[in-house]
């Protein structure tokens, strides 16, 4: 079987594979690149083989940078069919078309700002394109074979991480790979830790936080001491958040410090259509994730979701402690950027990152600790408290990164580590040589081998 690498090397983002045995052509994952625009500019670039010459598609899970390039993959004419878990399929319901909405509307800015070398701006995709793709969209339960291509067969393991994310297992020509796929903590708040990995020739693993443990202390604690201190000066905290699966898990955590008394009783505000709408779906699925339905009627209840874009900006006019949750996480775009400008210049207010910053995102350089930032065209000074909680992150860290190649039953024959940025995978590359002696290589963007 051969293995290429299209994505997800030397960064986080993009992540696609191709795997070609028998004449037939299989692409794992199909994610966006995101973060500095020299990765950007590769969602512009063509497939380096024919899209209709691709049988079939697996998803790991449905965050963009594994899912959002299948509506341009199907609009250069992949007609196969896209497999993935039911849940997956279902987050991609909201995900994809989000994804569309935002590049058409990226486009529209450009061309009335004249800002695009081209004229017109053409997004990326559209939603018709992303409705498309939904349609090639097959869902499948967790633990259960099925063949994507005559003589392959595939399986997908619970992964943590995200409602619906998988490992990929994928056997073809008597040969058998392990896809990691993102792989969540062991101290999610919402999701069970991954299920332990089956045994196979080829292992794939993701190292986003492959050079990085979490601290021990309890992230409870830590979102506990910010709020209280913001709310004690009489500011804001701002959450910049994944709309799904992390806004959930900290507007959780939030209300369970509530009940225990250790933060004011303030409004929480869930400033995020999609992030609703995947609530939606997190309780559709309830019995994938480790709240009861009770707790979740709870959790529901303890936010107060923002529906309209004037309630949004009626948000930026609060003058009493509260916490907004709003998206994006990495503060790269969506109704976030409009609290950001309100409150990073009042040394009140607090902005608290709860996931990983991918380099080149503005998230990234607030963590960093710039002076300002450009917002909309114009410099925003942050003189807010600037502070990230690590332990709330969906990644599972080096420690547990580690813990779960150990639970392979058979030493696999290689270890490819992907998805992380270049110190990251290579740290987890030299941890798993010492502590498992197996043969590990970090490959290059767009490396081809034989596995
Ligand atoms: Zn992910």
Not at 152 to 160: C, E, I, N, P
Not at 203 to 211: A, P, Q
Not at 301 to 316: C, F, G, P, Q
Request: charged fraction near 20%; include cysteine; proline fraction near 6%.
């Amino acid at each position: 079987m051969q293995l290429t690498f299209l994505g997800a090397t030397g960064t986080v983002t993009g992540s696609r594979y191709l795997l070609e045995q028998g004449g037939q052509r299989l692409l794992l994952d199909c994610g966006l690149f995101q973060g500095v625009k020299q990765l950007r500019l590769r969602n512009w670039t063509p497939l380096p083989v024919d899209p209709a010459s691709v049988g079939a598609v697996v998803l790991t899970h449905a965050h963009l940078d594994h899912s959002g390039w299948l509506p341009r993959l199907v609009r250069d004419g992949f007609r196969g069919v896209t497999h993935a878990s039911s849940p997956t399929q279902a987050l991609c319901g909201l995900l994809l078309l989000d994804s569309a909405h935002l590049l058409e509307e990226e486009s529209a800015y450009a061309n009335r700002h004249g800002w695009s070398k081209h004229s017109p701006a053409l997004p990326l995709y559209t939603q018709q394109d992303a409705r498309a793709a939904l349609e090639t969209i097959q869902g499948h339960r967790f633990g259960e074979a099925f063949e994507p291509l005559p003589g392959w067969r595939v399986t997908l393991h619970r992964a943590g991480h995200l409602l619906g994310a998988a490992s990929v297992r994928v056997e073809a020509g008597g040969r058998s790979i392990l896809f990691s796929g993102d792989l969540g903590g062991e101290r999610d708040l919402l999701m069970p830790g991954p299920e332990d990995p089956e045994t196979a020739d080829t292992v794939v693993v993701e190292s986003t936080y492959g050079d990085r443990e979490r601290p021990p202390g309890d992230a409870l604690d830590a979102i506990a001491d910010v709020v209280s201190r913001t709310a004690a000066r009489g500011g804001i905290v701002v959450v910049p958040t994944f709309a799904v699966g992390r806004a959930q898990a900290v507007a959780w955590a939030l209300h369970q410090l509530k009940q225990r008394h250790r933060i004011p009783d303030l409004p929480v505000f869930l400033n995020s259509p999609m992030a609703a709408a995947a609530t939606g779906l997190y309780r559709e699925y309830c019995h994938e994730q480790l709240l009861t339905p009770a707790q979740f009627r709870d959790l529901e209840r303890s936010i107060r979701v923002v529906e309209t874009v004037e309630e949004s900006k009626a948000l930026n006019g609060l003058r009493m402690p509260a916490v907004i949750l709003s998206a994006s996480g990495m503060a790269s775009g969506g109704r976030v950027l409009h609290h950001l400008k309100a409150f990073a210049p009042d040394p009140r207010n607090c902005l608290l990152f709860v996931g990983f910053q991918a380099a080149g995102t503005r998230g990234a350089a607030i963590v960093a600790g710039v002076p300002s930032v450009k917002i909309h065209g114009s410099h925003v000074p942050i003189h807010a408290e600037v502070r990230r909680v690590d332990g709330l992150s969906a990644h599972a860290d080096r420690r547990e990164l580690l813990a779960w190649l150990g639970r392979l039953p058979g030493a696999p024959a290689r270890v490819y580590v992907t998805h992380g940025e270049p110190a990251a995978a290579d740290a987890l590359r030299q941890a798993i040589e010492e502590q498992y002696r197996w043969p590990c290589v970090v490959p290059e963007h767009l490396q081809s081998v034989t596995v």
